[in-house]
């Protein structure tokens, strides 16, 4: 007689439970699902973010004639989508932890901003896609070894908050400029108040107050129904700027809702590496993209590790090194589909919140992230909301993103909390975290910021008699940035 469906369930469920120790944990698939579900709806914001931030530099690259943009958006979002979806189900196997994993917020900022901005470092995207996938390799490598705790018990932990501070800082700044709210003063070196009458700064401010409000009712998913909410408002704003598409002046316009998936072809493989010889200024890019996504990496899992009760009587993250490995091969995935660094995501807590202890939780976000590929033309309208600023000449002068504006200063005021905990008292860790923290921004630049942190603290130890207090490791860096600014043109940091 053949099983039915009926009977054949239990045998599931009982491979389930054994493949992710469900009952070892005190938990079960129902608790699993619904902290996937959770989980999935606070970082997915990053599948709307991501395509909008990485497209600019490779629109502004693009070298064909106009009309003939390739869909950058498009295959960014099925980049981040499918990379995500890889990763999550790769710690949901090999850690068995509830941890998600996308592209990184910070990450994504220096890959756009710093590494390919014309003003800045103005290496093609493919070159800084090469960059993220070597990071991510050396990562997977050193994953195998204990060098990785070698380097991140040599930096104090005062600066790795400032790190995370300052990225947050520049986040923040970044929004409230596709905002229209702050804006570069034309007269100074400067940011200066935008007019916050015009109808982007407007609809970003809308966005701030409803996500604001929403996550201090803690409504799951608060930033994901901000976004959408905030879209839904703009196709109802006229924005009197022309966006490009027969006219229309709406600050945003509806696309629809599913479709088929877009095409990867215009990132999928597209990584550079012919600048690895003939530019040793690339490798500095690696070194930043390999610190960040160290960083990350190791504060999350063990603040969700924390939360999960996962963390054992000294401290200790119990298969750590397969949650390493599992975040270091899903940076080249990434990479190789055509996206910037990803990490695990501190979102994953609020799905340890509902009860998410094992892998099975990872599973149900990867579902979620490949389900989202169906759904391009309601993330277009979303995530590419914008309107582009004329001047009298009908020149175009600026470009806001009206939509994102709000969650990017949201994300970026979260990712000030870790600060409280930087060691105040201490004069060489107070200055450098704060040297860092403030450079960031102001200087438009993660690596500069890291970089002026390194040195101060090195150098106020060295002066101060505490010489011995520095790792051995934390020297070496400091004199490698101290190089850097001695031998790099100063538009290069």
């Not at 993220?132 to 070894?145: D, K, M």
């Not at 609809?203 to 201090?216: E, N, Y």
Request: aromatic share 10%.
């Amino acid at each position: 007689m053949r099983c039915t469906q009926a009977c054949r369930g239990p045998h599931r469920r009982t491979k389930v439970e054994k493949l992710f120790k469900l009952s070892e944990n005190k938990t079960n698939v129902r608790i699993e699902t619904i902290a996937g579900v959770t989980t999935f709806l606070t970082m997915s914001y990053i599948i709307f973010v991501q395509p909008a931030i990485l497209s600019i530099p490779m629109v502004s690259q693009w070298t064909g004639a106009p009309g003939d943009t390739p869909d950058y958006f498009g295959s960014i979002f099925m980049a981040t989508c499918i990379a995500s979806a890889i990763a999550t189900l790769l710690m949901a196997f090999l850690a068995n932890y509830p941890i998600g994993l996308a592209p990184g917020m910070g990450e994504n900022f220096y890959f756009a901003f710093t590494v390919c901005a014309a003003a800045r470092l103005g290496y093609s995207w493919e070159t800084a896609l090469a960059a993220v996938f070597i990071a991510g390799t050396a990562f997977l490598i050193l994953s195998l070894f204990k060098f990785r705790e070698t380097v991140m018990d040599s930096i104090p932990q005062g600066l790795k908050l400032a790190i995370a501070g300052g990225i947050g800082l520049l986040i923040a700044l970044v929004g409230l400029n596709y905002a229209g709210i702050v804006e570069q003063d034309p007269e100074g070196p400067l940011m200066r108040l935008g007019d916050p009458t015009t109808p982007w700064a407007v609809l970003s401010i809308v966005g701030l107050v409803i996500t604001g409000t929403l996550m201090a009712r803690k409504v799951r998913g608060a930033i994901l129904i901000g976004l959408v909410a905030t879209a839904i408002i703009g196709l109802f704003i006229h924005g009197g700027v022309d966006q490009g598409s027969g006219g229309s002046d709406m600050l945003v316009r509806f696309q629809g809702i599913a479709s088929a998936p877009p095409s990867m072809a215009p990132t999928l493989f597209k990584l550079d590496f012919s600048k690895m010889l003939s530019d040793p200024r690339v490798w500095e890019v690696v070194f930043i993209f390999f610190l960040l996504e160290m960083f990350d990496t190791v504060g999350t899992l063990v603040g969700v590790g924390h939360a999960a009760g996962l963390l054992t009587p000294d401290g200790k993250l119990p298969r750590a090194g397969q949650a390493f490995i599992a975040d270091a091969a899903a940076t080249s995935v990434g990479a190789l589909a055509g996206t910037s660094s990803v990490q695990s995501y501190i979102e994953s807590s609020t799905g340890v919140a509902e009860g998410g202890r094992t892998g099975l939780t990872a599973v149900v976000i990867a579902i979620f992230f490949i389900l989202a590929i169906f759904f391009s033309p309601l993330v277009k309208m979303i995530g590419g909301g914008y309107a582009t600023v004329f001047d009298s000449a009908g020149h175009p002068v600026v470009t806001m993103y009206p939509i994102i504006a709000a969650p990017l200063v949201i994300v970026g005021s979260l990712m000030m909390k870790g600060l409280r905990e930087v060691e105040w008292d201490d004069p060489a860790v107070a200055i450098s975290a704060f040297l860092t923290v403030i450079i960031m921004p102001l200087a438009m630049s993660i690596a500069t910021g890291i970089a002026f942190g390194f040195i101060a603290y090195v150098v106020i130890k060295l002066l101060s008699g505490k010489a011995h207090q520095v790792h051995w490791l934390l020297y070496i860096l400091a004199a490698i940035f101290i190089l850097r600014f001695a031998f790099i043109p100063v538009v290069f940091t």
